[in-house]
């Protein structure tokens, strides 16, 4: 129980920050992409190979959309109002860090204590907080290290669950994929973290891999079709 109020605790922390940027219908835009002003126009410019800019387009290397951005569509078209689905957007993203460190620590041992302490340097440091002012989608990598970590810790004995939790999860933060580099450190640390558990080593890779393929098939597909092109 004192894990849920830990966690509310901070989402209020939060909230409270973030709302009086809300206020006389101001919203928060800028950093380095926040830029989403119709959810319709964005998936629209985002959900095929090429995009339609600067007047003649360019191929659309990496087409994640993925569920993140199709439920703040869905949330945007239920309220009508682009500022909800802007906090909700900016809100995840301040957010998310702490909750997957605090429960990567809780799931490896840690006291509440220590846990709050851990999560909260993780996420309001100098280099966190900078990081996170670009307002990215990518700025989810700092929070999906860890979820994976904890997941890979929490289920590597359990192949249908690790199965599961890992791919659904691997698809609601695949904005967290948008940087190459980054997305490449965070599949470098889905490995440590599977050679961290000790215990089927082989297998737990295989079905990692197997889940993160079938749950972002519908834009890995793109880029293995751009790659075949570009060879």
């Excluded at 190979?49 to 959309?65: D, L, R, T, V």
């Excluded at 239920?78 to 809100?91: D, E, Y």
């Excluded at 973290?193 to 990692?208: A, E, N, Q, R, Y």
């Amino acid at each position: 129980m004192i894990d849920f109020y830990i966690l509310t605790g901070y989402a209020f922390f939060i909230f409270f920050a973030l709302i009086r940027y809300y206020k006389s219908d101001q919203i928060i835009l800028g950093g380095e992409g926040n830029n989403v002003l119709d959810y319709d126009v964005f998936l629209k410019n985002n959900s095929s190979a090429w995009i339609n800019i600067y007047g003649k387009g360019m191929p659309n290397y990496f087409m994640i959309i993925g569920i993140c951005s199709r439920l703040l569509w869905i949330i945007h078209k239920i309220t009508k109002n682009i500022r909800f689905a802007n906090f909700i957007s900016v809100f995840t993203i301040y957010y998310l860090p702490f909750v997957s460190f605090y429960l990567l620590s809780r799931v490896l041992g840690a006291t509440f204590l220590f846990s709050t302490i851990a999560a909260a340097f993780y996420c309001l440091n100098p280099f966190s907080q900078e990081y996170l002012t670009s307002l990215l989608g990518s700025q989810l990598s700092i929070s999906a290290m860890p979820l994976f970590l904890t997941i890979i810790v929490l289920f590597h004995g359990s192949p249908l669950l690790l199965f599961f939790c890992f791919g659904v999860t691997s698809a609601l933060i695949s904005l967290a994929y948008g940087n190459p580099p980054t997305f490449i450190i965070i599949l470098i640390s889905c490995i440590f973290s599977v050679f961290f558990c000790g215990k089927d080593i082989f297998s737990t890779l295989i079905i990692i891999g197997l889940a993160f393929l079938l749950f972002n098939a519908s834009w890995l597909l793109n880029i293995f079709c751009l790659i075949k092109q570009i060879r």
